[in-house]
């Protein structure tokens, strides 16, 4: 059974940065693509970013790229996103995913989840 344990969100004024974590055994990086995903209330669940287990290939939804950083995890340091000049749109509860490559940014085909971190973004 893998776990993923979500930790970094909170409430902040807009502009700032936050980043998160999520924590497993070393060898899910390795053996899984890694992704972070968030859904706001009333939304469908959204893909955010990607790693793959190489930990040299990086994906971004275009509505972050160039705020948001996905790092990959190892045995050193957790799955992370560190997340830049925040704004209100980007309130929303934070998933970490782990799951097929092939399948995952897409939310009904990812295997695994974390339980989630919430982020608030107020102006």
């Known amino acids: 059974q893998v776990q993923l344990v979500e930790s970094g969100g909170g409430s902040v004024e807009a502009g700032v940065s936050l980043t998160l974590s999520c924590a497993t055994s070393?060898?899910?990086?390795?053996?899984?693509?890694m992704a972070w995903f968030r859904q706001a209330p009333g939304k469908e669940r959204e893909w955010v970013a990607t790693?793959?287990?190489?930990?040299?290939?990086?994906k971004y939804n275009e509505a972050v790229k160039g705020r948001f950083t996905v790092s990959p995890g190892n045995a050193a340091e957790a799955f992370r996103l560190q997340m830049n000049n925040l704004k209100p749109d980007d309130t929303a509860r934070y998933f970490c995913?782990?799951?097929?490559?092939?399948?995952?940014?897409?939310?009904?085909?990812?295997?695994?989840w974390g339980q989630g971190t919430q982020v608030t973004v107020f102006s």
């Open positions: 070393p060898q899910w990086y390795r053996n899984f693509c």
């Open positions: 790693t793959y287990p190489s930990g040299d290939r990086l």
């Open positions: 995913a782990a799951g097929d490559c092939v399948y995952i940014s897409n939310s009904t085909r990812v295997r695994y």
